[in-house]
């Protein structure tokens, strides 16, 4: 057992660090040529990294000043990309892998619908094949970046007289495609949209936007959600992303806030609960090194990160009082504004409600550990088995 | 970065578990009324020697097995899991104050005994359970030979089974740390209600009892041997933790109403799934501890404070949820729920309460920081 990282003096790290005083700001083009953006897949995509070294290459992207890949590109670098490794034709991956590498071609999840985002596999937009193309009609929402993609990876239902997880497939479109239009969602933050719904009206897409085989689209969506989960099982505020327990800490002592009796317990309790989150990332690299498979912190670890950041970001406001209610002018240093969005505890703040929302609900992330983890009886569905055309609201109100 | 056990600790604890597994038999402490003088308390004891369990943190030149931090709780993990009643906590807490405060030649002579079965207790706190407690402190006198003791110490686990006892006291306004024979004239020592039975604790009154001097005494052997006590008890919680989770997983399954396992419903697995997490959490940082305490890493005290406070404080919520989800006959004496439920909430107070670490841990940042 060794939970140090990997030092200043590691030969692998003064290699990438000799690169970057090489190449000066150099473009994520460029990044992606290293392999680095992507750097733990195989070449010639990545260089095969494990987990130590992708913390390296990271770590020294973070240090030339550049923001990490995987935080611009989130959907192709973290969540979809790799489904092309395994799932994708040769052609799919020439066309899609190296504008998604350089970051040139921002992907979008088109998943979730506006009947639906828990009940994932009831979804209702539809593909339907028309010689060598597929027509798509539906309704996508809570779609992250989507007006700024040219990619979506999209699920649809191909086959309704099957049951609903067995007739959906996965496709990768083209966002630009004529029929599909983008509206922003103003969230609760009234900050610049994080969400959009995306419309789909009669978009004619090329059969070979299929990725996998038809019916495969449950399979790689679950695949897809799990890898999500994990890059979230991390200590920072909003879905494992910006500053962690240890910066409110280090914040809390520079201002003295500290010493609030009211305040100190709960902020030493949420610093507790980062430190735990740290440990099970520790935790994910070794597996990863290891090639064992995803322990707990694979299903679960969002489960505990999404209220140990509500609880974070509560205990910054609480140290800020009323002042904290104003819009924007955080009392609380932040001195390295190295998070995007979230280098702003008041966004954070005001973001949090989501942490338990999306990429499946708390409550949908509790039946998932009750379920695989713990063995437990599974809910109720009494649309499970029955083909998709069949249910109706009857189906639904018969079983109640 | 290599956060897995090794094949060593992964064996050591299977053989633990085997062990603990045949020989831990809680029945008796389930028939209403029974206290500890029912856990067969000793009865472990010779055959936890042969396996050397307390002297396995001792270093070799002592005669123990000179094992690390990690061992100790794949060990740890067992006893706290199954409640082995047993005077193992008391023995490595004095053996750990004899390591921090002993001279070499003393070192040399006690440790030594471990691997003879000799059974040690530490007692620092007073008659209200505090450990800062110079004034209200036994008192040590120079007498003909030696020291004499006299005063009250109490909440000292083990001490009604110990051979020797380490004791703080005063020694002109200074707090040193001395060996007495739990046998000597003028030592009392008398088992207290305590609420948890699978653990003997005890008042000792001392008056004028002959004293042997730890010679290297000083300030800080009292925080270096807590850090340690701090990682044996968060060792026994995470474990517990997983104890009650699995028990009650398991009756959650089994147990039927309105027709579906009561597991099946949202109410109970989601209290499940949450008991999960933290079993998870406590023991991930149980092994950090164990880790850093035995690398001697600069964050080893601030790792055992928060491996206390995490683990004690999530261990009496899983021992209630456990109650809640057995329903009524989880309220019962012929249970064993709530042995670990008395278990959780003593060990939550045992060494103060889980907020005086997170005090401590807030203290260790703030330092840090200036």
Redesign the interface.
Same mark, same amino acid.
């Given at each position: 057992?060794?939970?140090?990282?990997?030092g200043e003096d590691d030969p692998r790290r003064i290699k990438v660090r000799k690169w970057f005083e090489e190449n000066p700001d150099p473009t994520y083009a460029q990044l992606a040529e290293q392999g680095w953006t992507a750097s733990n897949w195989p070449e010639p995509w990545g260089v095969g990294a494990d987990?130590?070294m992708q913390?390296i290459i990271d770590e020294e992207i973070v240090r030339a000043g550049l923001q990490l890949p995987y935080t611009i590109n989130a959907i192709a670098l973290n969540q979809c990309g790799q489904s092309l490794l395994s799932y994708g034709t040769e052609a799919q991956r020439q066309k899609f892998l190296p504008g998604a590498l350089a970051c040139e071609e921002i992907w979008c999840m088109l998943f979730s619908e506006p009947s639906g985002g828990s009940d994932l596999g009831a979804l209702r937009t539809t593909a339907r094949r028309e010689g060598d193309h597929y027509i798509v009609n539906g309704h996508k929402i809570w779609t992250s970046v989507a007006d700024q993609a040219s990619v979506g990876v999209l699920v649809a239902r191909t086959d309704p007289s099957k049951p609903k997880h067995a007739g959906l497939s996965m496709f990768l479109i083209d966002m630009k495609s004529p029929g599909v239009t983008v509206n922003p969602i103003i969230d609760m933050t009234g900050n610049k949209n994080e969400y959009n719904e995306v419309f789909l009206d009669d978009v004619k897409i090329p059969a070979d936007a299929l990725l996998g085989k038809e019916g495969e689209g449950w399979k790689l969506t679950m695949e897809q959600l799990q890898t999500e989960r994990v890059g979230m099982t991390k200590p920072g505020v909003v879905w494992g992303m910006g500053p962690t327990a240890r910066d409110l800490?280090?914040g809390l002592?520079?201002t003295g806030r500290?010493s609030d009796p009211l305040l100190?317990?709960d902020?030493?309790?949420v610093?507790?609960?980062g430190?735990?989150l740290r440990?099970?990332t520790?935790?994910n690299?070794?597996?990863r090194?290891?090639g064992?498979p995803a322990g707990?912190?694979g299903s679960?670890g969002k489960?505990?990160s999404s209220p140990h950041g509500q609880r974070m970001a509560d205990i910054a406001k609480r140290s800020q009082g009323a002042a904290g209610m104003i819009r924007d002018p955080d009392v609380l240093p932040l001195p390295d504004k190295k998070w995007g969005m979230f280098s702003n505890w008041d966004y954070a703040y005001w973001f949090s409600p989501a942490n338990t929302l999306g990429v499946g609900t708390q409550?949908v992330?509790?039946?998932v550990?009750?379920?695989r983890?713990?063995?437990?009886?599974?809910?109720?569905d009494p649309t499970a088995r029955v083909p998709f055309s069949e249910i109706s609201n009857a189906t639904a109100k018969a079983a109640e | 970065?290599?956060?897995?056990?090794?094949e060593d600790?992964e064996f050591l604890r299977d053989s633990a578990a085997k062990f603990v597994d045949e020989q831990v038999d809680l029945a008796p402490l389930l028939r209403p009324g029974a206290d500890v003088s029912e856990a067969g308390y000793d009865r472990l004891w010779d055959k936890i020697t042969e396996l050397g369990w307390s002297a396995i943190m001792v270093p070799e030149a002592y005669g123990g097995l000179g094992m690390d931090y990690?061992d100790l709780v794949m060990i740890i993990g067992e006893i706290g899991r199954t409640l082995a009643p047993s005077p193992l906590f008391g023995t490595l807490a004095g053996a750990w104050a004899i390591e921090a405060a002993g001279s070499e030649a003393q070192k040399m002579e006690h440790l030594a005994k471990l691997a003879e079965g000799m059974k040690f207790a530490l007692a620092v706190a007073d008659e209200n359970g505090s450990y800062s407690n110079m004034e209200t402190d036994v008192v040590a006198k120079q007498a003909s030979g030696g020291y004499e003791l006299s005063g009250t110490k109490s909440f000292v686990v083990d001490a009604a089974s110990a051979d020797k006892l380490v004791v703080s006291a005063l020694n002109n306004g200074q707090k040193e740390y001395f060996i007495v024979d739990a046998a000597a004239d003028g030592l009392k020592i008398d088992i207290l209600q305590w609420r948890d039975i699978t653990r003997q604790v005890c008042k000792v009154e001392f008056d004028g009892v002959s004293a042997e001097r730890l010679e290297a005494s000083r300030d800080d052997v009292w925080p270096w041997v807590r850090d340690r006590l701090y990682l044996v008890l968060a060792a026994e919680s995470a474990a517990g933790i997983r104890a009650v989770?699995n028990d009650a997983?398991a009756y959650? *399954?089994e147990r039927v109403a309105f027709g579906?396992?009561i597991?099946?419903y949202?109410a109970? *697995?989601?209290q499940?799934?949450?008991i999960?997490?933290a079993a998870?959490?406590a023991n991930?940082?149980v092994?950090?501890a164990a880790?850093?305490l035995s690398e001697n890493?600069e964050r080893a005290s601030i790792a055992a404070a928060?491996a206390q406070?995490?683990g004690s404080e999530q261990y009496k919520e899983a021992t209630h949820r456990n109650i809640q989800v057995f329903g009524a006959i989880g309220f019962t004496w012929e249970m064993k729920n709530h042995l670990y439920y008395k278990r959780a909430r003593c060990n939550a107070e045992l060494l103060g309460a889980p907020?005086s670490q997170?005090?401590q841990?807030?203290r260790l940042?703030?330092r840090q920081?200036a």
């Open positions: 057992m060794d939970f140090n990282l990997p987990a130590e913390w800490m280090d002592i520079e500290i100190r317990d902020a030493a309790k610093y507790i609960e430190e735990i440990l099970l520790y935790r690299m070794t597996n090194i290891n064992t707990f912190e679960a489960m505990l409550e992330l509790l039946n550990v009750a379920e983890v713990l063995g437990l009886p599974r809910d109720l | 970065m290599n956060f897995s056990l090794s600790h990690i989770l997983v959650a *399954k579906r396992p597991g099946a949202q109970i *697995k989601h499940l799934a949450n999960a997490g998870e959490g991930a940082m092994q950090y880790w850093a890493d928060m406070s995490y907020a997170r005090e841990v807030v940042l703030e920081a």
